[in-house]
């Protein structure tokens, strides 16, 4: 009866949780936009949907498992903000659940194991609210890793297969940090064959590598991708523009690479405690625990760089719950006044994830919005009855979203009125899902050199040759740009050089009437 009791118990625990990890999210997806983030997957799992693929049909360095992913959520549950949340919270689901799976897996208490979980929900997702690649790559990297202990612990094949596949979608979704991650899994794999000799891990691991690659090959085949395209668009040209940010070591500062991420130092310093200890001991009976252990504090320590060397806010505080749990598994297994010390894991938790909470997601501070108002948001209806709901605000009218509302209104008019194949620049790119047509853009996302090459690039004759074909081939002849946009389109006027116009509707909006080109 007690077993059925427990059993009972973690299955209401679940459902709470799957419940409140995505109404949370949904309830955050609605609150602020920062535009070019906030729509930047809803309109390429647009353009998915309608046959338009990434290398092939616009330039891309990132996400395009996001937006099949994106794609897939429009095609069950329509094209609306209601199911391109979703999807973000779905994810978050995903994190939640598998982090109360993996606590209770390695013997932690229901109590605890939810406690944990939930302040991972409350932290990963609803800091964007909608789909974003660095979520994304870190919820498939912290599943990969998951993958990885409970098949250490486990001794489960099905575990080693997962890990690939995981691996995979998170490099489909940014390059960085699963690269680094692969690295790591790989390598503390290769140990963990060797010493067991088990060789069946070995080739569960290998059908999932064959596996990944097969889905890989069948998406290229059925979506028409020439593997050159993809090539230099997601290895070639991203790591011509990695070399700077490796320069993050330097000069050294205290403050930025530990101060700021002290909570997440503090929240493995338990494990960092057993992995000497053990490394001093060297008993072969910890092997298992020592590697699992090792995986943990290296992954712990590659996210914080990673966030060191990317552009975007900070995110990796939602890993805090994650590290304290791990923690308190194993102080209660290996250490002597392991209540105080789990007390007090259990106090770093709940305090990292009020801040957090507070500073990051209610404030909206990922969405940039940390010094906006909220409280001048207006309803998104005054844009689009399909963006209802939706407190609409942003870094750009901070205080004055009616007008930015009728600037796009009046955007969308003058579109719509232009019956001609055209394309469309903006960060504001739900306008081409609405409109109900392609935008023609050829790059995913206008973010300086990051989303496109610069004249300066190698790249840039490539990314030159792309440009004029999708001009070309869909008979292009007008070139629509609506401000604000965080990247600058003078490198495609430069391209077009003398054969375009240029028309000015506002300070905001202007097209170029392509002739020749």
Same mark, same amino acid.
């Given at each position: 009866?007690?077993?059925?009791?427990?059993?009972?118990?973690?299955?209401?625990?679940?459902?709470?949780?799957?419940?409140?990890?995505?109404?949370?999210?949904?309830?955050?997806?609605?609150?602020?936009?920062?535009?070019?983030?906030?729509?930047? *997957?809803?309109?390429?799992?647009?353009?998915?949907?309608?046959?338009?693929?990434?290398?092939?049909?616009?330039?891309?360095?990132?996400?395009?498992?996001?937006?099949?992913?994106?794609?897939?959520?429009?095609?069950?549950?329509?094209?609306?903000?209601?199911?391109?949340?979703?999807?973000?919270?779905?994810?978050?689901c995903l994190i939640t659940i598998f982090t109360f799976f993996l606590l209770k897996t390695l013997n932690?208490?229901?109590?605890?194991?939810?406690?944990?979980?939930?302040?991972?929900?409350?932290?990963?997702?609803?800091?964007?609210?909608?789909?974003?690649?660095?979520?994304?790559?870190?919820?498939?990297? *912290?599943?990969?890793?998951?993958? @990885?202990?409970?098949?250490?612990?486990?001794?489960?094949?099905?575990?080693? @297969?997962?890990?690939?596949?995981?691996?995979?979608?998170?490099?489909?979704?940014?390059?960085?940090?699963t690269v680094y991650v692969i690295f790591l899994i790989t390598i503390l794999s290769i140990i963990f064959?060797?010493?067991?000799?088990?060789?069946?891990?070995?080739?569960?691991?290998?059908?999932?590598?064959?596996?990944?690659?097969?889905?890989?090959?069948?998406?290229? @085949?059925?979506?028409?991708?020439?593997?050159?395209?993809?090539?230099?668009?997601?290895?070639?040209?991203?790591?011509?523009?990695?070399?700077?940010?490796?320069?993050?070591?330097?000069?050294?500062?205290?403050?930025?690479?530990?101060?700021?991420?002290?909570?997440?130092?503090?929240?493995?310093?338990?494990?960092?405690?057993?992995?000497?200890?053990?490394?001093?001991?060297?008993?072969?009976?910890?092997?298992?625990?020592?590697?699992?252990?090792?995986?943990?504090?290296? @992954?712990?320590?590659?996210?914080?760089?990673?966030?060191?060397?990317?552009?975007?806010?900070?995110?990796?505080?939602?890993?805090?719950?994650?590290?304290?749990?791990?923690?308190h598994i194993y102080s209660k297994k290996y250490l002597k006044k392991n209540q105080i010390i789990g007390?007090?894991?259990?106090?770093?938790?709940?305090?990292?994830?009020?801040?957090?909470?507070?500073?990051?997601?209610?404030?909206?501070?990922?969405?940039?919005?940390?010094?906006?108002?909220?409280?001048?948001?207006?309803?998104?209806?005054?844009?689009?009855?399909?963006?209802?709901?939706?407190?609409?605000?942003?870094?750009?009218?901070?205080?004055?979203? *009616?007008?930015?509302?009728?600037?796009?209104?009046?955007?969308?008019?003058?579109?719509?009125?232009?019956?001609?194949?055209?394309?469309?620049?903006?960060?504001?790119?739900?306008?081409?899902?609405?409109?109900?047509?392609?935008?023609?853009?050829?790059?995913?996302?206008?973010?300086?050199?990051?989303?496109?090459?610069?004249?300066?690039?190698?790249?840039?004759?490539?990314?030159?040759?792309?440009?004029?074909?999708?001009?070309?081939?869909?008979?292009?002849?007008?070139?629509?740009?609506?401000?604000?946009?965080?990247?600058?389109?003078?490198?495609?006027?430069?391209?077009?050089?003398?054969?375009?116009?240029?028309?000015?509707?506002?300070?905001?909006?202007?097209?170029?009437?392509?002739?020749?080109?």
């Open positions: 009866m007690k077993i059925e009791n427990r059993y009972l118990l973690s299955a209401l625990l679940i459902i709470l949780l799957i419940i409140f990890s995505i109404t949370f999210n949904q309830y955050y997806g609605y609150i602020g936009i920062l535009p070019i983030d906030s729509f930047l *997957v809803f309109n390429s799992g647009y353009d998915v949907l309608n046959g338009y693929y990434p290398f092939k049909d616009y330039w891309t360095i990132k996400e395009p498992f996001i937006d099949l992913i994106q794609a897939i959520f429009f095609k069950l549950f329509g094209v609306s903000w209601f199911s391109y949340v979703l999807h973000a919270s779905i994810f978050n932690l208490k229901n109590g605890l194991s939810f406690f944990y979980s939930i302040c991972v929900a409350i932290l990963t997702y609803p800091t964007a609210g909608t789909p974003f690649s660095d979520h994304h790559t870190l919820i498939l990297c *912290v599943l990969a890793l998951y993958s @990885f202990i409970l098949a250490i612990n486990n001794k489960n094949n099905l575990f080693w @297969f997962l890990i690939p596949i995981l691996l995979g979608f998170s490099f489909f979704s940014k390059q960085a940090p064959f060797l010493k067991s000799k088990n060789i069946s891990n070995f080739m569960y691991a290998f059908t999932g590598v064959i596996t990944t690659l097969f889905l890989l090959f069948v998406l290229f @085949f059925l979506g028409g991708i020439k593997f050159n395209d993809f090539l230099i668009q997601y290895f070639s040209y991203p790591m011509s523009l990695g070399g700077s940010r490796f320069e993050w070591l330097f000069p050294f500062d205290f403050k930025r690479i530990f101060w700021r991420y002290k909570l997440q130092y503090l929240s493995i310093l338990v494990l960092i405690y057993l992995f000497i200890k053990f490394s001093l001991e060297k008993k072969r009976e910890k092997f298992s625990d020592y590697l699992i252990i090792l995986s943990v504090i290296i @992954f712990c320590l590659l996210t914080i760089m990673h966030q060191l060397m990317t552009i975007n806010a900070i995110f990796i505080y939602c890993l805090i719950p994650i590290f304290c749990g791990l923690s007390n007090l894991l259990i106090a770093l938790t709940l305090c990292s994830t009020l801040y957090y909470y507070s500073q990051y997601v209610k404030n909206r501070t990922f969405m940039d919005l940390r010094n906006v108002n909220l409280e001048n948001s207006i309803d998104g209806k005054e844009i689009h009855p399909e963006l209802s709901k939706i407190k609409w605000i942003t870094m750009f009218y901070p205080t004055k979203p *009616v007008r930015e509302a009728n600037n796009i209104k009046l955007v969308l008019k003058i579109l719509e009125e232009d019956k001609s194949k055209k394309m469309i620049i903006t960060d504001y790119q739900f306008i081409s899902v609405f409109l109900k047509e392609y935008d023609f853009s050829p790059t995913r996302f206008w973010y300086d050199f990051h989303g496109y090459p610069t004249e300066k690039n190698t790249y840039f004759n490539y990314w030159k040759e792309f440009v004029l074909k999708q001009i070309r081939k869909n008979d292009i002849k007008n070139i629509y740009v609506l401000k604000p946009l965080h990247g600058e389109t003078k490198p495609l006027e430069n391209i077009l050089k003398n054969c375009y116009k240029k028309y000015i509707f506002s300070e905001t909006f202007y097209k170029l009437i392509l002739n020749n080109c």
